[in-house]
């Protein structure tokens, strides 16, 4: 079993990991999707994008108070 990371700056796929760990169902297409919109943001180091796992989580949980509107 994969270790889950507790470190503040992740990448992709060990966000995604800790996000899943944390019962957060967000998957790395999930998170390529938000960072390539603008809505969570990120460092590039060479092919690396890092994310703060403050910032993931305030986008879950919307804590800017900014929910996503619903369509029908």
């Given amino acids: 079993m ?3 990371v507790k470190r503040d700056v992740l990448n992709i796929k060990e966000a995604s990991a800790r996000a ?3 019962g957060m ?4 297409y999930t998170l390529r999707r938000i960072i390539r ?3 969570l943001p ?4 060479g092919r690396t994008y ?4 403050e910032k993931l989580v305030a986008w879950a949980t ?3 108070g900014c929910d996503n509107a619903i369509t029908q």
Avoid: Q
């Fill in 2 to 4: 994969a270790e889950i």
């Fill in 37 to 39: 919109s603008g809505e």
């Fill in 50 to 53: 890092l994310i703060s796992w």
């Fill in 62 to 64: 919307c804590a800017d």
């Fill in 20 to 22: 899943k760990a944390c």
């Fill in 42 to 45: 990120c460092r590039i180091v």
């Fill in 25 to 28: 169902n967000i998957s790395e």
